[in-house]
């Protein structure tokens, strides 16, 4: 599996860029919410789950 975000990205909003985690979200919103939605086989449970996540990162 490749890389969500650049690594650059990353560093940035580690360091509290703002549009940087907006951009690392963006990047990992997609897989984290098919994950979620392959757990819990429940769209609105599944969109809950990836929000936490984000927030999480």
Request: hydrophobic residues 55%.
């Amino acid at each position: 599996m490749g890389r969500l975000a650049p690594p650059e990205v990353v560093a940035s909003a580690l360091s509290g860029n703002e549009r940087a985690v907006e951009a690392l979200v963006a990047a990992i919103w997609p897989r984290c919410f098919r994950l979620a939605l392959m757990v819990t086989g429940d769209r609105g449970m599944a969109e809950d789950a990836a929000q936490e996540a984000c927030v999480i990162v």
